[in-house]
């Protein structure tokens, strides 16, 4: 069964960065798409950002475009979402997310497997 994992999170800074990694295990895909995405508290879950299947084609939502960047290394099966330029409006929970395609995209519904969540949290 396909199982993500996700480390990383904590408490930080404005101002600071923090790198989130997950480990995918378990699946049997050449080729897919991976996100990420947030959710804070009293919120909907939303998208931050997502990676095709070679990398070749990143999407970020518009609030963390130039500062957050998100990269796989598929020897490890990994992909990370580097944080820079942390704002308390960045706290949430975090989740990644595998989608079996290899288009990368904003849309939560083509991401059939789900990590437990990292929590970050940046104080101002």
């Known amino acids: 069964q396909v199982q993500l994992v996700e480390s990383g999170g904590g408490l930080v800074q404005a101002g600071d960065s923090l790198r989130l990694s997950c480990t995918a295990s378990?699946?049997?895909?050449?080729?897919?798409?991976m996100g990420w995405f947030r959710q804070a508290p009293a919120k909907e879950r939303e998208f931050v950002a997502a990676?095709?299947?070679?990398?070749?084609?990143?999407l970020y939502t518009d609030s963390v475009k130039g500062r957050f960047t998100i990269s796989r290394d598929d020897t490890k099966n990994t992909v990370y979402l580097q944080m820079n330029s942390l704002k308390p409006e960045d706290t949430a929970v975090y989740y990644c997310?595998?989608?079996?395609?290899?288009?990368?995209?904003?849309?939560?519904?083509?991401?059939?497997?789900w990590g437990q969540g990292t929590q970050v949290t940046v104080s101002s």
């Open positions: 378990g699946h049997t895909f050449s080729y897919y798409a």
């Open positions: 990676t095709s299947w070679s990398g070749g084609t990143t």
């Open positions: 997310a595998l989608d079996p395609h290899v288009i990368a995209t904003m849309s939560e519904e083509y991401y059939n497997y």
